[in-house]
């Protein structure tokens, strides 16, 4: 459950394997030749995994409209099957089509993808005109078995899936409060090892929040729900990632840098000693941990006695500052807050997830989280959601799929040309490379380091081809089996790895040439050549139609993030001064999937392959100090949220004009990425909290939310400014 969210992937590996296998098996009663057999096998697939939409409604129209798109691709490539150079025209202007497709959503996405593989399956079988009548037939009952298998053998529903999620989320939760404690305990030299560990359950985490995020809509009864749901996820994502830090802090001879969370490969802390195995307060905190953990994993219905009634209580109890153990430090008694607030968090978790529950053993502190909670929910309630804002979309040339739909049709255009010099039989398979290549990328380091990974995965699937063709002989149920198996494969590591899923690709088709009685090694070496033919030609199409760099489309999201980075701090601060109430925890959504898209954009230059280690570590320290200053975003806003509903925050007007610098200094990055004349640069200067200093009134007192509320306004000042030196921005003290 947590290592797959929703178990969305053995879900799709499942659902394209029965349809495939019950494609074939009434194929085989109908006593089908084996080609159709294969037609209709890839056809069952491409009709399986093609459709991406949510609604069950929309898959069905989807699929519907899916058919008669497939007879139209393989009447077409039958027709055109002895007209070499009108075959290559049609072929160019369908690959053109089907990426220009996706300009429509879900359904345009499907519809051209399955235009395009089921034009390719006739390429594949050699399909002919007298042909068409049985691949008709063929093509129908693939459909058919799709649906099957889709609506019946593996149902999904929006409602279902969003089930599984939060599922994952507790599981993931789970996980990283055991991480946590592992941290708490590892001597010096496991460190590195330990922190390692707490980053990736922290972004495995903050991963199963935004699938969460991304399912709401259509997995709620309505917006309320959603909108609830919304928070208590954020609410436990920001508690948990806070203790983490709190326990890092408790472990260092002095206070560690949030960003040793989000850099990889950081230096760890210095270690102070501050906490001892053998200490009471050790114990304690080691006792608390896993009393958390029994919050996070046990679910409402598997509750017998009164053993989560009594942990909880206990944990909520560390929200009062009497109840916290005396004769600790202030690092450690700061974790024990921590975990009051997590305690919290999760009870509201498990109040969105599993619902009301028996409250006969709360205990005062229990009570007063439950009637926060009943504020909460009613604001939640009387809310009314923002208008969504109006982004006007590029045009011509300058939108997305347009430019890609040329570049793929040129780069395909020469792919046919140079693969009908390697083979005048099998050279589409150097425009299916080009075609996939494209997929899902939008600069040209990205299809770069795609187009590189499909080589690997198609150099060692041969090997692996060679080896099944030579284990499966004549058995033909037996190669079918092991085509499953890799079908099963390929969706199943699609996700988590594009070399691993074109390694069970080429094996899979070695395993079909086979079936095709068309195999040898020399047919394999031909589709690494062609593999790598159509890669080099994606990526001269890339690089000179319509080229979009890599910098360009990094800085154009740097531009996006540090922008919601700027509304989601402006908004935050506002209500924690008292104005009014704003969409915080959408804008802080908002962020995350900037973030999101920026660390994808990256990916080319922090890639093991790239020459330029010096580029690959500023592109790594950016996104970190990015991610760093999400979360103290991500944590103002949740704070934000309880203003003014709860009897434990208040609105401090003072905090508007601390943040005034923060705001400043976003402007001048945001100007300096876009390219836009900006007189000045950075401002630095006197901590956040000694500004207010001088109104007369002081800082405020240490452990209350005023107080936490600066800390994450230093620590953003510390990000944002430390994002000038790798821009080239230029800091100096505020004038």
């Known amino acids: 459950m947590a290592s797959d969210p929703g178990l969305l992937r053995l879900m799709a590996g499942v659902r394209t394997v029965a349809a495939i296998g019950l494609t074939l ?108 009548p049985r691949l008709f037939g063929t093509l129908a009952i693939a459909f058919a078995c799709s649906a099957v298998a889709r609506f019946a053998l593996v149902p999904e529903t929006p409602q279902r899936v969003l089930g599984r999620l939060r599922e994952a989320f507790r599981a993931r939760l789970a996980q990283l409060v055991t991480a946590q404690t592992r941290l708490l305990d590892a001597p010096p030299e496991e460190l590195d090892d330990v922190l390692d560990d707490l980053r990736r359950h922290t972004a495995r985490l903050h991963e199963a929040a935004l699938m969460i995020q991304g399912r709401l809509a259509d997995g709620t009864r309505d917006e309320t729900t959603a909108a609830l749901v919304q928070r208590r ?43 001892r195995r053998e200490d ?10 896993g009393a958390l953990h029994l919050m996070v994993a046990r679910p409402a219905d598997a509750n017998r006695g009164t053993a989560v009634a009594h942990v909880r209580n206990r944990l909520l109890g560390y929200r009062d500052e009497e109840r916290i153990p005396p004769g600790t430090t202030l690092a450690v008694q700061d974790v024990f807050r921590g975990i009051g607030e997590a305690a919290r968090a999760v009870l509201g978790l498990r109040l969105a997830l599993d619902g009301p529950q028996d409250e006969s ?41 347009t430019r ?19 083979s005048s039989q099998r050279w589409y398979w150097a425009v299916l490379t080009c075609w996939v290549v494209f997929l899902n990328t939008a600069s040209t380091g990205e299809i770069v380091v795609k187009g590189y990974r499909r080589l690997l995965g198609t150099v060692l699937g041969v090997v692996a081809g060679v080896a099944l063709a030579g284990a499966v002989g004549n058995h ?25 899923m074109s390694f069970f690709v080429t094996a899979m088709l070695g395993l079909l040439y086979t079936l095709l009685n068309t195999y040898s090694f020399d047919v394999l070496v031909l589709r690494i050549e062609e593999t790598a033919l159509g890669a080099a030609c994606g990526i001269i199409a890339a690089m000179l139609v319509l080229p979009v760099r890599t910098d360009s489309r990094t800085d154009e999201l740097l531009a996006t993030t540090l922008e919601r980075l700027g509304d989601v701090v402006a908004a935050a601060v506002e209500q924690l001064s008292g104005g009014p109430a704003a969409d915080l925890l959408d804008k802080a959504r908002d962020l995350d ?140 003290p505020r004038k």
């Open 593 to 732: 999937t900037a973030l999101d898209d920026l660390r994808a954009s990256t990916q080319p230059l922090t890639h093991p392959i790239t020459p330029l280690r010096e580029r690959r570590q500023t592109a790594r320290y950016l996104v970190a100090l990015l991610e760093t200053s999400a979360y103290h975003a991500r944590s103002l806003a949740a704070t934000a949220e309880l203003v003014p509903y709860s009897k434990r925050v208040g609105a401090d007007p003072r905090l508007g004009r601390a943040a005034r610098r923060i705001a400043h200094n976003i402007d001048v990055l945001v100007a300096h990425v876009n390219d836009e004349s900006t007189a000045g640069g950075v401002e630095s200067g006197a901590s956040i909290a000694a500004m207010l200093e001088t109104d007369g009134l002081g800082v405020p007192a240490a452990n209350t939310v005023t107080f936490r509320v600066l800390r994450h306004l230093q620590r953003l000042d510390e990000g944002i400014t430390g994002l000038a030196r790798p821009l080239g921005v230029p800091v100096g």
């Open 404 to 422: 890609a739909a040329f570049q793929v049709a040129v780069g395909s255009a020469l792919a046919i040309v140079g693969g009908e010099f390697l």
């Open 233 to 275: 996820v954020a609410d436990a994502e920001v508690a948990a990632e806070r203790l983490g830090m709190l326990l890092l802090n408790a472990r260092s001879a002095e206070r560690a840098d949030t960003l040793t969370l989000h850099l990889p490969d950081a230096p760890v802390p210095a270690t102070g000693k501050l906490l």
């Open 280 to 289: 009471e307060a050790t114990a304690t905190l080691r006792r608390d941990l």
């Open 361 to 401: 053993d709360d205990s005062p502190a229990t009570t007063r989280s439950r009637e926060e909670f009943d504020a909460e929910d009613v604001s939640i309630t009387g809310a009314e959601k923002e208008a969504a804002e109006e982004t006007a979309d590029p045009a011509g040339l300058k939108r997305p799929t």
């Open 25 to 132: 098996a009434v194929l085989a009663v109908l006593g089908t030749d084996v080609t159709y057999m294969v037609a209709g096998a890839m056809t069952a697939m491409v009709g399986t995994f093609a459709i991406r939409e949510k609604t069950v409604r929309g898959q069905a129209l989807t699929l519907a409209l899916g058919l008669p798109t497939a007879l139209a691709a393989v009447s077409l490539g039958a027709l055109l099957h002895s007209r070499v150079v009108a075959g290559d025209l049609f072929f160019i202007a369908l690959i053109f089509g089907a990426v220009y497709s996706r300009r429509f959503g879900d359904r345009g996405t499907a519809l051209g993808l399955i235009g395009f593989q089921v034009y390719f399956v006739s390429l594949f079988v050699n399909a002919s005109v007298d042909q068409l």
């Open 476 to 500: 033909t149920w037996l190669a079918f089996v092991l085509v499953l198996v890799c079908v099963f494969a390929m969706f199943f590591t699609a996700p988590l790895s594009y070399a691993l």
